[in-house]
């Protein structure tokens, strides 16, 4: 699976967009991008992931950009409760095991 | 969360000691993995299983044993626990193809 490179620390202000970007120029054309967060010492939790469209749900919006070597992760209003540790993985859609590398992530903090 | 139960929550082993960290699944899911996180730091992949009956190792495997005997269900076992395995242990479902995965809540072991 290809690395992922994302900034150690980030804040935003409370209500603003929080936008974490993941470089990943490795990536090959069957890897996806997957963002999880981690509250706390919580399990991490799924948010989104995408293969080279942009794509959108309930809790967030992911932009890959078009060479798909980097990615953003945008929360749309950020709200105290998004303060986390996200992190960006790449990995194959494999039916032989969806094993995932995670690095250090980014600590994200929103402020009020 | 997500359909997985990790039992105990916490654990305090002496060096030496053995036990089984528990993880029930109630989504059918064939894909189940076992993860560590030491402080500060991202997961790392002990073991994972595909199936009933079929394991493999992941990243970090020494010290560890796993079995998996049923969908449900994929222990994960500590022989002679070291200082070294104080850590958080998470266990995931889930990861068929491109799906994400879900995970734990995870068991906190101090090994003293």
């Known amino acids: 699976d290809a690395k992922t490179t994302q900034p150690p620390s980030m804040d935003c202000a409370e209500g603003r967009a929080a936008n974490l970007p993941c470089n990943h120029s490795?990536?090959?054309?069957?890897?996806?991008v997957y963002w999880y967060r981690q509250i706390h010492s919580q399990g991490p939790q799924y948010i989104i992931h995408?293969?080279?469209n942009n794509e959108t749900n309930e809790m967030a919006s992911l932009i890959i950009t078009e060479d798909r070597k980097s990615s953003t992760l945008i929360l749309p209003h950020a709200t105290l409760r998004d303060t986390a540790v996200y992190y960006c993985?790449?990995?194959?859609?494999?039916?032989?095991?969806?094993?995932?590398?995670f690095g250090d992530g980014t600590t994200l903090t929103v402020k009020p | 969360n997500a359909g997985v139960t990790q039992t105990p929550k916490f654990r305090i082993l002496k060096i030496g000691q053995s036990m089984t960290l528990q993880c029930t699944q109630d989504?059918?899911?064939?894909?189940m993995y076992w993860y560590r996180q030491d402080p500060g730091m991202g997961l790392k992949l002990i073991y994972y299983?595909?199936?009933?009956?079929?394991?493999d190792k992941g990243e970090v495997p020494n010290g560890y044993n796993v079995s998996r005997s049923t969908t449900e269900d994929f222990p994960l076992r500590l022989e002679l626990a070291a200082p070294s395995q104080t850590s958080v242990y998470f266990c995931?479902?889930?990861?068929?193809?491109?799906?994400?995965?879900?995970f734990g809540d995870g068991t906190r072991l101090s090994i003293l």
């Open positions: 995931a479902i889930g990861g068929y193809s491109n799906q994400p995965q879900h």
């Open positions: 989504m059918n899911h064939n894909y």
């Open positions: 993985i790449v990995r194959v859609a494999s039916t032989n095991a969806g094993k995932s590398t």
């Open positions: 995408g293969l080279k």
């Open positions: 490795t990536i090959s054309g069957n890897e996806y």
């Open positions: 299983s595909v199936g009933a009956g079929i394991t």
